[in-house]
């Protein structure tokens, strides 16, 4: 008779077996989805209370759980009951239904009910061995008889094999399949609950064919259970923790139909039951159906599982459980507030303003009021980030108090924020956007560090930007407010992005399309053109730099300003520059050039290319494919990123520069090119940027700075290239102050490489360029109030130079301005030189002094106690004094202060950060009337100028 099993008779010879099965591939197995520890309680209390062994194997029989119950049975070997269980498993992957197999040769029985998770066998339970029958025991009995067994092991083998009649049997094996795949779908669903539900699958697989076992063992679980007929609602089985959640005693729930006592509290949990949903249309159970639920009483969320199941009486009941998810929902949203909100001042942040805006598209207009406060750096530099975080919350607070329905303030980034408006358009967000506006005009009142309430002012770029434009995308929004407040802060006024910001940057857009596209096209419109540069000595040409150049399809000629600076935002510059680099290499070698004895290839890389690992084997490759001499070339890291030179970078220079290529810095005195990258990067050549030249036929001060450019490169044995000259003028300054090439418009526009091959003989033609005089300097207008018009010296020149080679080359700071002072000190008259940090309003540190060490240049007495009040270095910038030729000459009531200290005469100069004055660099003399000469004066003034480039003060 069919009871739902696969009945099998099984020889006498078990050992004979079909060989076992390689297990399937699968994405999950029973170790991943259950946790094992708790099948194992399960099958324990199952074998305790059925009095049946039980174990847990794979899909190909192997054993997962430790055998619960009598499972030594001396009749059947090891082997032998391994290979029973991979024949059990095997039928059940095949048949999808539990297998029992009856040992011919034993009379005892053993059950497979298999385990899967949708199409896929996961393993099974095996129980047994056990007696279904009165025949079987017959046999069994025999085969004990017939066995070697002592008399004493026979009996206790007979005690302990249990004897299930067919009924129990049944009502194990249907709860166990059917508790145990409500388990499975529970477990899936949330992974983080397999221990609660393997809780769950322990109580219902301990039912037995009596309510009363089934009732001892759901009130052992911590998850709520109940059973109620299927049709008529009546309680069948409850445990105590379902009547907890419920908050009735179980006593007054039993037999009564469950819409009656669930209708007694209007905040039951049975308002939307599944009940129709639990059966298919052939009344067949479904699989458990899964819902959380919110008591508002007990603040307490649940995970209630639905499932149709057959009673212990044959009727169809409906099994609910509960587990209680309080901890979990509570976890979800504290991670929803780290997540969603800012943890300073507490607001929603950006991904919070990007999820709203997604809800709100398609409905009213919602403007954002966006606003940067730009000085914030600024603040919390001179009060601390803690001023800083008051003043961004007093900001904060007054906003919020305006007081408009609806609204809400996110906070973007550290600095940036936007105030959400709904329901007053336009034209009230741009009102309310003026008045924000309008506020920052005043200072705010925040507490300092010190408890003390101080007033800041902190500027403001702001702009106004509907929020559902249908923008879904958090970076399009973010991108939007990020263009408005860049403009905003350019135009100094608030700004509604509208119609043209936006066709702006569609522009912007599509001009980076077309340059991608171009790139990856074979780089489609590109070409090189190459502009000479001469020798400032002979007039000829001596080197050519490659300038890329860029026709887009599209836009047509595109400015190197513009399409540079797009291919680095687009990581294509790599791409590009390899490309002008080969181009360049092969004109050039192509042209002859290669084998001219001074010709020099110049050619840009980017800072971002430094930093790619590839570049040395890039270049090496280049240079060999061309067989172009490496020495020939020079790599001109251009100033259009914003990288810091890092180790790596620096021994990518390096390494370049052994193997004969020329590295120049390009831009020289702007941007990163300046004196703490100068003594750091492996270069030979310093290019100065065009803007220098810019009315320098009109300014003797810029005349004097580049000769100090230029007296700087060579005492560090560097060339100095010029870049922009246009004018016969501009080239004879250029020759007065000793550069030593030049580049620009009057000697060469870009040209193609067929223009320059028709030029080649610029390159051995000389030409007069101007008359040379290496003893002749630059004359410089008045500098300083009442020191002549005298003339400066060579000697003053080359000391500058000399000094700003120290500042440069000394690793330590402080060092360099010790040794400096040193340096200067001992080439001019001076018998003290010394530098003061200001610490204070009232209060000054020396950082460095030098003293002279002949009788006649003896430090005068009491000026070692200078460092101590020094009132006298406050009091110069209050009344305007800088230089001093003698202290009679000082007014009260300095005179008095300086006499006290035996100064007979001084020259102090202030050193500004700004307009801060950060310290004091100071020359004295033991003798009265000091006879300051004006040469002497500018050298001072040009130290004082070059300390804070290198020292922080």
Not at 137 to 162: C, M, N, T, Y
Not at 231 to 258: D, H, M, S, V, W
Not at 367 to 389: F, P
Not at 578 to 593: D, F, K, P, Y
């Amino acid at each position: 008779m069919d009871r739902g099993f696969v009945q099998k008779k099984t020889g006498a010879d078990p050992s004979k077996t079909e060989r076992p099965v390689k297990a399937m591939a699968q994405d999950i197995s029973l170790k991943k989805l259950l946790n094992l520890a708790d099948i194992q309680q399960l099958q324990d209390s199952f074998a305790k209370i059925t009095g049946i062994s039980a174990s847990v194997v794979d899909s190909v029989g192997n054993v997962l759980t430790r055998l619960s119950g009598y499972g030594a049975n001396p009749l059947i070997s090891g082997k032998d009951r391994q290979n029973l269980y991979r024949k059990l498993c095997q039928e059940n992957r095949v048949a999808k239904k539990p297998t029992l197999t009856t040992s011919s040769h034993t009379g005892l029985s053993t059950c497979a009910v298999p385990i899967f998770l949708d199409n896929s066998h996961l393993g099974s339970w095996v129980i047994g061995p056990m007696i279904l029958d009165s025949a079987n025991r017959e046999i069994f009995l025999q085969a004990v008889r017939d066995s070697d067994l002592s008399d004493e092991d026979a009996s206790r083998l007979i005690e302990r094999l249990p004897t299930v009649i067919w009924k129990e049997f049944e009502l194990i094996v249907e709860f166990l399949q059917g508790l145990t795949g409500a388990v499975i779908q529970m477990a899936r669903s949330n992974s983080d609950l397999k221990r609660s539900y393997s809780e769950l699958l322990e109580l219902n697989e301990k039912l037995d064919s009596t309510s009363q076992m089934m009732t001892t063992l759901a009130n052992s679980a911590d998850v709520g259970l109940y059973v109620v007929d299927f049709f008529t609602g009546e309680l069948l089985q409850a445990n105590e923790q379902f009547a907890r959640y419920a908050g009735k005693p179980l006593q007054q729930l039993i037999g009564k139909p469950c819409w009656k006592w669930m209708a007694e509290d209007a905040d039951g949990f049975c308002f939307d039951c599944p009940h129709n949903r639990l059966l298919d249309s052939r009344g067949q159970p479904r699989h458990p159906l899964i819902s959380e639920k919110y008591l508002t009483k007990t603040d307490t969320w649940l995970r209630i599982a639905h499932q149709a199941v057959g009673w212990v009486d044959g009727r169809l009941a409906h099994m609910v459980t509960m587990l209680d998810i309080t901890s979990n929902k509570k976890l979800q949203h504290q991670l929803s507030q780290y997540a969603f909100y800012d943890r300073g001042l507490r607001l929603p942040n950006d991904l919070r303003l990007a999820h709203d805006a997604a809800e709100w598209q398609g409905k009213e207009p919602v403007y954002l009021i966006c606003y940067d406060v730009i000085s914030l750096r600024n603040i919390n530099d001179i009060y601390g980030r803690d001023t800083g975080d008051s003043l961004l919350a007093s900001i904060c607070e007054w906003i919020e108090t305006m007081s408009v329905p609806g609204s809400c303030l996110y906070r973007i980034s550290g600095d940036q924020f936007a105030f959400a408006v709904h329901g007053v358009g336009l034209e009230g967000a741009f009102e309310l956007a003026g008045v924000i506006f309008n506020r920052f005009e005043s200072p705010w009142s925040v507490t300092a560090p010190s408890g003390q309430k101080v007033s800041v002012h902190c500027g403001i770029s702001m702009g106004v930007v509907c929020a559902n434009l249908g923008l879904t995308e958090e970076r399009d929004l973010l991108s939007i407010i990020q263009r408005t407040l860049s403009r905003s802060l350019v135009e100094d006024k608030v700004l509604v992005y509208g119609e043209d910001m936006d066709n702006e940057y569609k522009e912007q857009l599509r001009l980076e399309v077309s340059l991608e596209n171009c790139v990856k096209n074979g780089m489609e419109g590109f070409s090189v053109h190459y502009q000479p540069i001469v020798d400032s000595a002979t007039g000829a040409w001596c080197s050519l730099e490659a300038l890329c150049r860029w026709e887009s399809p599209e836009f047509g000629f595109v400015s190197p300003l513009v399409f540079i600076h797009k291919a680095e935002q687009l990581g294509l510059i790599i791409d590009i520059g390899n490309w002008v680099l080969e181009t360049a290499v092969r004109a050039c070698s192509g042209l002859g050039l290669s084998s001219h004895r001074d010709f020099i290839l110049n050619v840009n890389i980017s800072p971002l290319q430094i930093a790619d690992d590839l570049l040395e084997d890039t270049v090496t490759r280049i240079l060999k494919k061309y067989d172009y001499p490496a020495e020939k070339l020079s790599l001109e890291i251009t100033e259009t990123a914003e990288v810091s030179f890092t180790g790596q970078a620096v021994g990518t220079i390096g390494r370049l520069r052994k193997a004969g290529v020329k590295m120049a810095l390009d831009d020289f005195g702007t941007g990163y090119s300046n004196f703490n990258n100068l003594h750091k990067l492996p270069v030979s050549i310093l290019k100065t940027e065009r803007a220098f030249l810019v009315d320098i036929e009109k300014d003797d001060y810029l005349q004097h700075l580049f000769y100090l450019m230029v007296e700087l490169a060579h005492a560090a044995g560097m060339v100095i290239i010029v870049e922009g000259v246009e004018t016969e003028e501009q080239m004879r300054i250029m020759l007065k102050n000793g550069v030593d090439r030049m580049q620009g418009y009057l000697f060469g526009k870009p040209a193609t490489v067929d223009e320059i091959r028709d030029s080649l003989d610029n390159f051995t033609r000389t030409a007069i360029t101007a008359e040379r005089s290496g003893a002749e300097r630059p004359e410089l207008e008045q500098l300083l109030l009442h020191i002549g018009e005298e003339e400066l010296s060579p000697h003053a020149y080359r000391l500058v130079g000399e000094a700003a080679c120290i500042l440069m080359k000394e690793p330590d700071p402080l060092e360099a301005v010790s040794r400096m002072l040193a340096h200067i000190g001992s080439h001019t008259r001076m018998s003290n030189v010394w530098l003061y940090r200001r610490e204070g309003l009232m209060q000054t540190k020396r950082l460095a002094l030098w003293s002279a060490k002949d009788e006649t240049r003896e430090m005068p007495p009491g000026l070692e106690e200078l460092k101590s009040p020094y009132a006298w270095l406050n009091r110069f910038g209050e009344h305007g004094i800088l230089v001093l030729t003698d202290c009679e000459s000082v007014p009260e009531p300095l005179r008095g202060d300086l006499t006290e200290q035996g100064v007979r005469a001084t020259c102090v100069f202030q050193i500004r950060d700004g307009e801060r004055v950060a310290g004091y660099l100071g020359f004295d003399d033991c003798i009265y009337y000091r006879d300051w000469s004006a040469e002497e004066l500018v050298l001072l003034y040009n130290i004082s100028r070059m300390i804070p480039s290198r020292l922080s003060l």
